[in-house]
């Protein structure tokens, strides 16, 4: 069988030599990759809140230090840790400077923390389990509670309406004063928009027609001098 090297002319095999010589010089040459960094990163606040969560023992200052210089690092296998997701929820918060009732999704995810929106299914089920909200601040997170979200009458039926489904099994004559009682957030929407009148709130959302005002009042002042007498 004919030996295939004596096959290459001699000049041929030079000029494929030099070649995979360029070729190893361009690839020593070609510096290595970064790692993709993420679009939206962790702030360092958060980091050394969450570590500090890890690492009880060990002061904020040194972790902010160790993490800078690269020593120290998030791992992604402690997230799941009860102490870890509130430490990064109430970070959060603080490093936004911003009402809970202001935080929505969005905050959660720019700060690359879109991962405890999944895990405890809203931005609200988040603050709340960290005592930053409470199930009556549920509409006003819900719509954000800027002054001006309101303004929008659909937002405020949709509110109120809401806020009467919650209210089912109260009395109906006693409804305006439940709401303010248990819905204050919602309230204070109806005073500023409605000139002080829940009634007129109800009205509008066609909870209640103009028959049902005088009981509707009636009920609510019954129910004041009860609560007046039973408090004195």
Known sequence: MRNLAFAIHPHEMDVAIRRAKSSLRL???????????????IPE???????????????????????????????????????????AVLALVKHLGKNPLCVPDEDFERNGLGWLVNRY??????????????EKDRHAHRFKKK???FSNRENRIKALREAEEKLGGKPRETRLWHLK?????????????Y???VFEAYVDAGL?????????????????????????
């Open 27 to 41: 690839l020593e040459a070609e510096p290595c990759k970064a790692p993709k960094e993420r679009k939206w990163p």
């Open 45 to 87: 606040p958060v980091q050394v809140a969450m570590l500090k969560a890890m690492h009880p023992e060990m002061e904020g200052a040194r972790i902010k230090r160790l993490l800078r210089d690269g020593r120290m690092r998030l791992p992604q296998k402690k997230y799941h840790l009860e102490e870890v997701k509130r430490a």
């Open 121 to 134: 299914g809203s931005s609200f089920k988040a603050l709340k389990s960290v005592g930053l909200l409470s």
């Open 147 to 149: 002054p001006w979200t």
């Open 181 to 193: 009682d248990e819905f204050p957030k919602v309230h204070a929407m109806v005073i500023n928009y």
């Open 195 to 197: 000139h002080g009148s």
């Open 208 to 232: 209640a027609t103009r028959k049902d005002e005088e009981y509707m009042r009636a009920g609510t002042e019954r129910l004041k001098r009860k609560i007046a007498r039973e408090g004195g």
